[in-house]
Structures are given as C-alpha cells and as structure tokens.
C-alpha cells in the first residue's frame, strides 16, 4: 500500500468532524425528543452505542474510498481503474450494508442511532460546500 496522500488525511480528518458533530448532534436531538414520544424514540446506551459503530463505520467507509481514489489515480489503465473502482465501491456498499443488518437485527444498537451517521459524512460536505459560497 503507498503512502497516505496529505489530501486523503485532511479530507478524512474534516470527515471525522462532520461525522463526530453529527452523531452528537443527533444524541441531543433524541434526548430533547424522547420525552415526547417515549414509545418511539429510545435513548440509552443502545443509542450511544449505535452512534459510535455507526459513526465509525461512516469514517471508514470515505477513508477507505480516500484510499482507493489514491490508488485509482496511480493506475494508468482505465478499464482497470473502473474495475477497481467498481469493486471499492462493491465492498464499500457491503460494508455498510452489513453494518445496517446488524443495526436493525441486534437488539443492543437503537436502529436509528446507528443507520443515521451514515448519511453525517455526505451531510457534512454539502453544508460545508453551501457555507462556503
């Protein structure tokens, strides 16, 4: 494996925030809302605990697509580069997809807390990009 890309780093680390800022973000929100719908929104360490592996798998997901984009890059053939292309894409996908399964079907993660921080990196990117234009 080469060496880390300084773009590949900075990237991963702004994602970190958005992801990090994200999943807190959605601890308060379902603090504030539990109260409300107490038969619906679950807060407890199920929550916490879907947070961290849900955010931690939103991390890994875009460092592991940094790295591939790096290696890609260095790849002079170009059906090749789609083929590796395609099969990061492939394994990210399943990644997270399994991630999702394991979310929903055990019963010691808050599905919710756990699905959402998959969406926090996307998130993050487009609202940056919004602020700064």
Same mark, same amino acid.
């Given at each position: 494996?080469?060496?880390?890309?300084?773009?590949?780093?900075?990237?991963?680390?702004?994602?970190?925030?958005?992801?990090? *800022?994200?999943? *807190?973000?959605? $601890?308060?929100?379902?603090?504030?809302?539990r109260p409300t719908m107490?038969?619906?929104?679950?807060? &407890?360490?199920?929550?916490?605990?879907?947070?961290?592996?849900?955010?931690?798998?939103?991390?890994?997901?875009?460092?592991?697509?940094?790295?591939?984009?790096?290696?890609?890059?260095?790849?002079? &053939?170009?059906?090749?580069?789609?083929?590796?292309?395609?099969?990061?894409?492939?394994?990210?996908?399943?990644?997270?997809?399994? $991630?999702?399964?394991?979310?929903?079907?055990?019963?010691?993660?808050?599905?919710?807390?756990?699905?959402?921080?998959?969406?926090?990196?996307?998130?993050?990117?487009?609202?940056?990009?919004?602020?700064?234009?």
């Open positions: 494996m080469s060496i880390l890309q300084p773009a590949v780093k900075k990237e991963t680390q702004k994602v970190v925030v958005y992801t990090v *800022v994200g999943v *807190v973000l959605m $601890w308060g929100v379902l603090f504030l809302l107490p038969d619906k929104i679950v807060f &407890d360490y199920t929550t916490i605990l879907a947070g961290i592996i849900g955010g931690g798998v939103a991390i890994l997901n875009f460092f592991l697509m940094g790295i591939s984009v790096q290696n890609i890059a260095a790849t002079e &053939d170009q059906d090749l580069a789609k083929k590796k292309m395609k099969t990061s894409y492939s394994q990210r996908m399943a990644l997270q997809l399994i $991630w999702v399964v394991i979310a929903i079907a055990a019963p010691c993660f808050y599905f919710v807390a756990g699905i959402l921080p998959l969406l926090f990196p996307s998130l993050g990117i487009k609202f940056m990009a919004v602020i700064k234009k």
